[in-house]
Protein backbone atom coordinates (compact mmCIF):
# COMPACT_ATOMS: atom_id res chain seq x y z
CA UNK A 1 0.00 0.00 0.00
CA UNK A 2 1.17 3.66 -1.15
CA UNK A 3 1.03 6.16 2.11
CA UNK A 4 1.68 9.33 2.11
CA UNK A 5 2.26 9.95 6.31
CA UNK A 6 2.30 13.44 7.62
CA UNK A 7 3.28 14.49 10.63
CA UNK A 8 2.61 15.83 13.30
CA UNK A 9 -1.14 14.62 12.89
CA UNK A 10 -1.98 18.20 14.73
CA UNK A 11 -0.69 21.49 15.63
CA UNK A 12 -1.76 24.38 18.03
CA UNK A 13 0.45 27.26 18.20
CA UNK A 14 0.18 30.92 19.30
CA UNK A 15 0.11 33.48 16.08
CA UNK A 16 4.03 34.54 15.14
CA UNK A 17 5.65 31.32 15.38
CA UNK A 18 6.91 29.23 12.97
CA UNK A 19 5.88 25.60 12.02
CA UNK A 20 6.97 22.85 9.96
CA UNK A 21 4.42 20.09 8.30
CA UNK A 22 6.26 16.97 7.31
CA UNK A 23 4.95 14.40 4.20
CA UNK A 24 6.82 11.23 3.83
CA UNK A 25 7.18 8.27 1.65
CA UNK A 26 8.58 4.91 0.41
CA UNK A 27 7.32 5.82 -2.98
CA UNK A 28 9.13 8.29 -5.60
CA UNK A 29 6.47 10.53 -6.93
CA UNK A 30 7.08 12.76 -10.07
CA UNK A 31 5.44 15.50 -8.45
CA UNK A 32 3.77 15.97 -4.81
CA UNK A 33 1.08 18.93 -4.78
CA UNK A 34 0.14 20.47 -1.16
CA UNK A 35 -3.73 21.84 -0.23
CA UNK A 36 -5.53 23.78 2.22
CA UNK A 37 -8.65 23.04 3.20
CA UNK A 38 -11.58 24.51 5.70
CA UNK A 39 -14.12 22.82 7.29
CA UNK A 40 -16.92 21.83 4.94
CA UNK A 41 -15.12 23.27 1.76
CA UNK A 42 -13.01 21.37 -1.54
CA UNK A 43 -8.91 21.56 -0.90
CA UNK A 44 -7.53 24.46 -2.31
CA UNK A 45 -4.29 24.03 -4.22
CA UNK A 46 -1.10 25.80 -2.84
CA UNK A 47 1.71 24.47 -4.85
CA UNK A 48 3.13 21.86 -6.90
CA UNK A 49 6.98 20.56 -6.64
CA UNK A 50 8.14 18.77 -9.22
CA UNK A 51 12.33 18.80 -9.22
CA UNK A 52 14.17 16.87 -6.45
CA UNK A 53 15.38 19.85 -3.65
CA UNK A 54 12.82 22.09 -5.81
CA UNK A 55 12.12 24.99 -2.97
CA UNK A 56 9.28 27.31 -3.60
CA UNK A 57 8.54 30.04 -1.80
CA UNK A 58 4.57 31.45 -1.32
CA UNK A 59 4.41 34.83 0.91
CA UNK A 60 5.13 33.17 4.17
CA UNK A 61 4.46 29.68 3.15
CA UNK A 62 8.10 27.77 1.98
CA UNK A 63 7.51 24.32 0.59
CA UNK A 64 10.53 21.76 -0.25
CA UNK A 65 10.76 18.58 -2.41
CA UNK A 66 13.32 16.08 -1.10
CA UNK A 67 16.33 15.57 -3.16
CA UNK A 68 14.87 11.66 -4.18
CA UNK A 69 10.99 12.79 -4.55
CA UNK A 70 10.02 11.15 -1.96
CA UNK A 71 8.96 13.70 0.73
CA UNK A 72 7.97 17.11 1.36
CA UNK A 73 7.93 19.74 4.07
CA UNK A 74 5.64 22.47 4.23
CA UNK A 75 7.26 25.72 6.69
CA UNK A 76 5.14 28.29 7.77
CA UNK A 77 6.93 31.21 9.34
CA UNK A 78 5.57 34.01 11.22
CA UNK A 79 1.93 31.81 11.29
CA UNK A 80 -1.39 33.99 11.51
CA UNK A 81 -5.05 32.75 12.44
CA UNK A 82 -6.16 32.58 8.89
CA UNK A 83 -3.42 29.89 8.54
CA UNK A 84 -6.11 27.62 10.25
CA UNK A 85 -7.05 25.01 8.55
CA UNK A 86 -6.36 21.28 7.02
CA UNK A 87 -3.47 20.85 5.11
CA UNK A 88 -2.56 18.01 2.94
CA UNK A 89 0.39 16.54 0.90
CA UNK A 90 -0.72 14.48 -2.35
CA UNK A 91 1.23 12.70 -5.01
CA UNK A 92 0.72 10.09 -8.00
CA UNK A 93 3.24 7.46 -7.87
CA UNK A 94 0.83 5.31 -10.27
CA UNK A 95 -2.04 6.72 -12.12
CA UNK A 96 -4.15 7.48 -9.15
CA UNK A 97 -3.43 10.32 -6.83
CA UNK A 98 -3.37 9.49 -3.32
CA UNK A 99 -3.54 12.00 0.02
CA UNK A 100 -1.35 12.00 3.00
CA UNK A 101 -3.34 11.80 5.85
CA UNK A 102 -3.22 15.40 7.22
CA UNK A 103 -2.26 17.91 9.30
CA UNK A 104 -5.04 20.03 11.22
CA UNK A 105 -2.89 23.34 11.96
CA UNK A 106 -4.73 25.82 14.96
CA UNK A 107 -2.98 29.33 15.23
CA UNK A 108 -4.44 30.88 17.66
CA UNK A 109 -4.26 35.27 18.26
CA UNK B 1 -12.34 31.59 -14.87
CA UNK B 2 -14.85 30.08 -13.42
CA UNK B 3 -13.31 27.06 -10.94
CA UNK B 4 -14.40 23.33 -10.51
CA UNK B 5 -18.68 23.66 -9.31
CA UNK B 6 -20.65 21.22 -7.81
CA UNK B 7 -24.26 20.57 -6.68
CA UNK B 8 -26.04 20.33 -5.05
CA UNK B 9 -24.31 22.08 -2.11
CA UNK B 10 -25.93 20.65 0.60
CA UNK B 11 -28.57 16.95 0.47
CA UNK B 12 -30.29 15.23 2.88
CA UNK B 13 -31.63 11.51 2.52
CA UNK B 14 -32.64 8.84 4.13
CA UNK B 15 -31.24 5.08 4.12
CA UNK B 16 -32.46 3.50 1.21
CA UNK B 17 -32.88 6.35 -1.53
CA UNK B 18 -30.55 6.90 -4.13
CA UNK B 19 -28.52 10.16 -5.03
CA UNK B 20 -27.40 11.89 -7.75
CA UNK B 21 -24.41 14.90 -7.91
CA UNK B 22 -22.86 16.73 -10.47
CA UNK B 23 -19.75 18.25 -11.51
CA UNK B 24 -18.52 20.57 -13.82
CA UNK B 25 -14.99 20.89 -14.64
CA UNK B 26 -12.45 23.69 -14.99
CA UNK B 27 -12.91 24.83 -19.19
CA UNK B 28 -10.42 22.87 -20.85
CA UNK B 29 -10.15 19.84 -18.50
CA UNK B 30 -11.25 16.43 -19.53
CA UNK B 31 -10.29 14.82 -16.28
CA UNK B 32 -12.65 14.27 -13.30
CA UNK B 33 -12.22 12.84 -10.06
CA UNK B 34 -14.87 11.83 -7.64
CA UNK B 35 -13.75 11.29 -3.73
CA UNK B 36 -15.29 11.18 -0.24
CA UNK B 37 -14.43 12.48 2.93
CA UNK B 38 -15.73 11.49 6.17
CA UNK B 39 -15.93 13.77 9.03
CA UNK B 40 -12.56 14.32 10.38
CA UNK B 41 -11.19 11.77 7.77
CA UNK B 42 -8.90 11.67 4.92
CA UNK B 43 -10.10 12.05 1.24
CA UNK B 44 -10.78 8.45 -0.21
CA UNK B 45 -10.48 8.23 -4.10
CA UNK B 46 -13.61 6.89 -5.59
CA UNK B 47 -13.79 7.22 -9.12
CA UNK B 48 -11.37 9.02 -11.98
CA UNK B 49 -13.02 9.27 -15.67
CA UNK B 50 -11.10 10.91 -18.37
CA UNK B 51 -12.87 11.44 -22.15
CA UNK B 52 -15.61 9.71 -21.23
CA UNK B 53 -14.62 6.72 -19.98
CA UNK B 54 -13.95 5.10 -16.25
CA UNK B 55 -10.01 5.11 -15.93
CA UNK B 56 -9.74 3.70 -12.50
CA UNK B 57 -12.04 3.29 -9.58
CA UNK B 58 -11.57 2.97 -5.22
CA UNK B 59 -12.73 0.36 -2.88
CA UNK B 60 -15.93 1.24 -2.73
CA UNK B 61 -18.98 -0.71 -3.68
CA UNK B 62 -20.74 -1.58 -7.09
CA UNK B 63 -23.34 0.91 -5.61
CA UNK B 64 -21.29 3.87 -6.24
CA UNK B 65 -21.06 4.43 -9.79
CA UNK B 66 -20.89 7.65 -12.28
CA UNK B 67 -20.46 8.93 -15.54
CA UNK B 68 -18.58 11.71 -17.69
CA UNK B 69 -20.56 13.75 -20.76
CA UNK B 70 -19.23 14.69 -23.52
CA UNK B 71 -18.46 18.21 -22.36
CA UNK B 72 -16.66 16.42 -19.41
CA UNK B 73 -18.81 17.16 -16.62
CA UNK B 74 -19.95 14.54 -14.36
CA UNK B 75 -22.52 12.56 -12.17
CA UNK B 76 -21.74 10.35 -9.50
CA UNK B 77 -24.57 8.21 -8.21
CA UNK B 78 -25.02 6.45 -5.16
CA UNK B 79 -27.22 3.70 -4.31
CA UNK B 80 -29.07 1.99 -1.35
CA UNK B 81 -27.58 4.91 0.70
CA UNK B 82 -26.32 4.18 4.13
CA UNK B 83 -25.68 5.88 7.20
CA UNK B 84 -22.01 5.72 6.72
CA UNK B 85 -22.23 7.03 3.07
CA UNK B 86 -23.25 10.85 5.13
CA UNK B 87 -19.90 12.64 3.75
CA UNK B 88 -18.49 15.35 1.83
CA UNK B 89 -17.83 14.60 -1.57
CA UNK B 90 -15.80 15.92 -3.60
CA UNK B 91 -15.36 16.28 -7.41
CA UNK B 92 -11.76 17.72 -8.98
CA UNK B 93 -10.45 18.36 -12.41
CA UNK B 94 -7.38 18.38 -14.31
CA UNK B 95 -6.06 18.65 -17.56
CA UNK B 96 -4.56 15.67 -19.75
CA UNK B 97 -1.02 14.54 -18.35
CA UNK B 98 -1.07 16.42 -15.38
CA UNK B 99 -1.13 15.14 -11.67
CA UNK B 100 -2.59 18.42 -10.10
CA UNK B 101 -5.79 18.08 -9.17
CA UNK B 102 -8.47 21.51 -8.65
CA UNK B 103 -10.86 20.92 -6.55
CA UNK B 104 -14.73 21.89 -6.41
CA UNK B 105 -16.15 22.96 -3.02
CA UNK B 106 -18.25 19.62 -2.35
CA UNK B 107 -21.86 18.38 -1.58
CA UNK B 108 -22.52 17.60 1.80
CA UNK B 109 -24.38 14.66 2.06
CA UNK B 110 -26.14 13.67 5.29
CA UNK B 111 -28.21 10.42 5.48
CA UNK B 112 -30.74 9.76 7.63
Known amino acids: TQLLEQSPQFLSIQEGENLTVYCNSS?????LQWYRQEPGEGPVLLVT?????EVKKLKRLTFQFGDARKDSSLHITAAQPGDTGLYLC?????????FGTGTRLQVFP | EAGVTQSPTHLIKTRGQQVTLRCSPI?????VYWYQQALGLGLQFLLW???????NRGNFPPRFSGRQFPNYSSELNVNALELEDSALYLC???????????FGPGTRLTVL
Open chain 2, 92 to 102: ASSSWGTDTQY
Open chain 1, 27 to 31: SVFSS
Open chain 1, 49 to 53: VVTGG
Open chain 1, 90 to 98: AGAPTDKLI
Open chain 2, 27 to 31: SGHTS
Open chain 2, 49 to 55: YDEGEER
